[in-house]
């Protein structure tokens, strides 16, 4: 089986639709894909009735969150009961932010110089959550950088960057609280990203750990290798979950559906925890290994 438990679609940044994003996953070869845009569950009910014979899909979240004295982070939030009220009026509070920093971080761009403009961000946002990839997405179509990842630079968009904004983030243990109480599962994303500023001091995964965190994405494009080896060691010290994913944005990144992907046993104790919700299979797909 081949499974990929990070993709994203235009419900936030991405470029495929979520029809389109599970067609792409069956051609890919997948057997599982879980679709985890930012805040957001707006796609789901589109992929579920698009999903092709022979493929599952995992409904989640990836959930925007702050950890005091480590900045922003990720968690990925499996096959919760989306109707859940508590999680999904955070959910509700953290789409609300999004607009109004995003043309906080154009009014700065555009008092760096850069000639960027609202319009040309609500364009290539189209009906997803906007957020920073489509502001990065404008940079590139202006020239001013040669690539999406070149934008998330304390130049421009990272964390404390000249344009970035603050918005609304959940606290990563209370999202871990949430998840856990509409019956989902959590997996902290891309732990060691450096180049995007996303690095979680291996204490704070200790910590939220000890408070029901259920597992890191070790295999990702931004984990070179010794730091997979290292987080699958941490994973193992910790008792967590160790997945590998693409974290595919469509085009707007050069990732692969399926270029990195989760062990079937992870998978199948993914599903075994989960409460709030089941995996969807497409006709003849499988729901556990």
Known sequence: MR???HTHSTASDGTDTPAELVR??????LDVVALTDHDTVRGHAEAIAALPAGLTLVTGAELSCRLEGAGGLHMLAY???PDEPELARERELVRDDRVPRARTMVRKL???GVPVEWEQVARIAGDGSVGRPHIATAL???G????VSDAFTPQWLADGGRAHAEKHELDPFEAVRLVKAAGGVTVLAHPAAVKRGHVIPESAVAELAAAGLDGIEADHMDHDEPTRARLRGLARELGLLATGSSDYHGSRKTVRLGENVTDPEIYGEITRRATGAFPVPGAGGPLVP
Do not use: K, R, S, Y
Request: hydrophobic fraction near 60%.
């Open 110 to 112: 555009q008092e760096l």
């Open 144 to 147: 001013v950088v040669p690539g």
């Open 24 to 29: 792409n996953a069956a051609a890919a070869g």
């Open 79 to 81: 096959l919760f009961d």
């Open 140 to 142: 590139v179509e202006l």
């Open 3 to 5: 499974i990929d438990l």
